[in-house]
């Protein structure tokens, strides 16, 4: 469930179907690491005997290193060659989510996870950036690749880290995802092409921050954002405990295969830049967020099929959702773009720390239902910020 508010870039030729297939591959590549691991939560709070909020909180904390790399690369790496730093920072994932196959506890478990999430986020903005500069990202064609990159690493990762644990068990089913880095990096190596870094621009770097952050807009994209991970990770996290215990009891595998429930949200997430042309981007947002919380009710329900359903419909409505706010910072911004995606980016990964902190402790101390209430809160309150979304046009 990742995007960014991309750089406008200047006109350029339509994708070719072989690079639309790339920037999809590159993305699902970077990503996968993220979110795959709680689809294997429950086996690993066994490992380390620890309650459900703890191993949340410790998985999650990928979100901190993405948070302060996002925030960090656009002031930082203006100067960068963009192939060779991307090729990098793949490959230098793999060393810590290898290592986590063989973490002795939880505090280095989650210490490995923020490191996978500074390199996932530098790797991430940089090939965004490179595509804004080469290959025309913000066409529709190619938003759909990377949103479609995107989804597929929620779905693909757990799925893939459900039943490669299942097979080999959940500490060494982190050696598979290094490999996936490995690839990545090589991939990146053999088909991007070289850019000429930029000029370092002059000044102070959070000139560009305190610019985004003075506009009331761009503060209620950035905290919109902050509430859809806090409410996707607050379900998505636990919900693999509640489906492991009675009266679902599913396995592992099984488990693996219930997050089969974000392939309808390959589907509808492109379909937003279109809604937001006809609706604006107040009604897109408000109506993608509205559908989350309906799925939340069905969560509750003592029915298997009721509670997929209701996790497709979370998962629809936020990343739909989450694909309107970024849109808005992209349009919104004015000046630094890549600033504002930073602070967008590092606003976004800190709810997901704290929707799996606060919800957790929901979960643990008061159960599912109070948990689910939480993250209702969460959605309603996005979904009100979302209405007081203005165009450019509308601004005064």
């Not at 976004?348 to 239902?369: N, P």
């Amino acid at each position: 469930m990742t995007d960014l508010a991309l750089p406008i870039a200047p006109p350029m030729p339509r994708l070719s179907a072989s690079r639309t297939v790339l920037i999809a591959v590159i993305g699902f590549l970077t990503l996968v690491d993220l979110f795959a691991t709680q689809a294997i939560l429950p086996s690993l709070a066994q490992i380390y005997r620890v309650m459900p909020s703890e191993i949340g909180v410790a998985a999650n904390a990928s979100t901190l290193g993405m948070a302060i790399a996002g925030l960090l690369a656009g002031a930082f790496t203006g100067a960068v060659e963009r192939k060779r730093a991307i090729s990098l920072s793949l490959l230098l994932l793999s060393i810590p989510t290898a290592t986590l196959a063989f973490a002795p506890n939880l505090q280095v478990f989650a210490l490995l996870r923020v490191v996978q999430g500074l390199f996932m986020a530098t790797a991430f903005t940089l090939t965004l950036t490179h595509l804004a500069e080469r290959c025309a990202v913000r066409t529709p064609a190619a938003l759909a690749a990377y949103v479609t990159g995107a989804v597929a690493a929620n779905l693909i990762g757990r799925l893939a880290a459900a039943l490669v644990a299942g097979f080999v068990g959940a500490e060494t089913s982190f050696l598979f995802f290094a490999a996936l880095n490995i690839a990545g990096a090589l991939l990146c190596a053999v088909s991007l092409d070289r850019n000429h870094p930029d000029q370092v621009r002059d000044g102070q770097f959070w000139a560009a921050w305190l610019h985004h952050l003075g506009d009331p807009n761009l503060r209620r994209s950035f905290a919109i954002g902050f509430l859809i991970l806090f409410g996707f990770i607050g379900v998505f996290t636990y919900v693999g405990f509640v489906l492991m215990r009675p009266p679902f009891s599913l396995s592992m595998t099984a488990l693996g295969f219930v997050f089969l429930v974000f392939l309808p949200s390959m589907i509808t997430t492109p379909l937003a830049g279109s809604a937001v042309a006809k609706m604006g981007p107040s009604s897109a947002l408000f109506g993608g967020l509205v559908l989350a919380i309906a799925g939340l009710g069905l969560l509750l329900l003592p029915s298997l099929a009721m509670v997929i359903l209701g996790m497709a419909l979370v998962g629809v409505g936020t990343f739909f959702g989450q694909a309107v706010a970024t849109g808005h910072v992209g349009r919104t911004a004015t000046g630094d773009k890549a600033a504002a995606s930073g602070l967008y980016l590092s606003a976004y990964y800190s709810g997901g720390l704290a929707g799996a902190a606060v919800i957790g402790q929901l979960f643990d101390r008061f159960g599912w239902t109070a948990s689910l209430i939480g993250v209702g809160f969460a959605l309603a309150l996005a979904a009100v910020l979302g209405l007081q979304l203005r165009t450019g046009e509308e601004n005064p």
